[in-house]
């Protein structure tokens, strides 16, 4: 797949509830926001993953983004309510997830 392929052509994000992402092929495809936030990638989710801990808080809060954004040509970023981590999430990784029809899975390193 072609580089320029690889980034979705429409993105729809529902704060609450899941980022949609359509690519030019007609793949579409709505990750849940729970789902998406316990495969957070970024350096302090993986770390809390590989000790056995929780990746998102347990103070009652439901999980939710208040932010998305394009970052560069690779990937979309992801802002969360709990303020503990940003997600950086590239088109690829997203793409291999909605290909597989399977929920995000962490990466634990």
């Not at 729809?12 to 007609?26: C, I, K, M, Q, T």
């Not at 993953?49 to 979309?76: C, F, H, M």
């Not at 981590?85 to 029809?101: K, Q």
């Amino acid at each position: 797949m072609a580089e320029t392929e690889d980034r979705p052509t429409s993105i729809e994000l529902d704060r609450n509830s899941h980022l949609g992402l359509g690519w030019a092929d007609g793949l579409r495809v709505k990750f849940d926001i729970v789902d998406l936030r316990l495969a957070c990638p970024c350096a302090g989710c993986r770390s809390r993953r590989e000790k056995g801990q929780r990746s998102i808080p347990d103070d009652g809060n439901a999980v939710a983004a208040t932010d998305a954004q394009l970052v560069g040509s690779y990937a979309i970023g992801v802002e969360w309510r709990d303020g503990r981590c940003s997600s950086i999430y590239s088109f690829d990784r997203l793409r291999r997830w909605a290909e597989s029809a399977k929920a995000p899975e962490p990466d634990i390193g």
